[in-house]
Nanobody, 123 residues
Framework: QVQVVESGGGLVQAGGSLRLSCTVF????????MGWFRQAPGKEREGVSC????????FYGDSVKGRFTISRDNAKNTLYLQMNSLKPEDTAMYFC????????????????WGQGTQVTVSS
């Protein structure tokens, strides 16, 4: 049984930083592409950033380019999202997902999902 567990969300002021982590159990982490998605109330779930299984290919959504950095440690079965220069519009539930296309980073491609971690950015 595959488990995806996110952590690291919280409340931060605009301009601040947070680092999200995601640990995966039940599959060979180093073999799968991973992604971060977010969903704000009343909005669709959007792809924030995705990364190739080997770590040498990444995708970023336009709204986070230059501010967020995705990385992975295959030895620790863990995915990260470093979020800098946070804005109130980054407020959302952030989800980690496994098993989809890193280059398109579309929610429909990913088969395994965590429960999400809330990120709230105050102005």
């Amino acid at each position: 049984q595959v488990q995806v567990v996110e952590s690291g969300g919280g409340l931060v002021q605009a301009g601040g930083s947070l680092r999200l982590s995601c640990t995966v159990f039940g599959l060979t982490f180093g073999d799968v592409n991973m992604g971060w998605f977010r969903q704000a109330p009343g909005k669709e779930r959007e792809g924030v950033s995705c990364i190739r299984w080997s770590g040498d290919g990444t995708f970023y959504g336009d709204s986070v380019k230059g501010r967020f950095t995705i990385s992975r440690d295959n030895a620790k079965n863990t995915l990260y999202l470093q979020m800098n220069s946070l804005k109130p519009e980054d407020t959302a539930m952030y989800f980690c997902a496994a098993g989809g296309s890193w280059s398109s980073c579309h929610r429909g491609d990913f088969g395994y999902w965590g429960q999400g971690t809330q990120v709230t950015v105050s102005s």
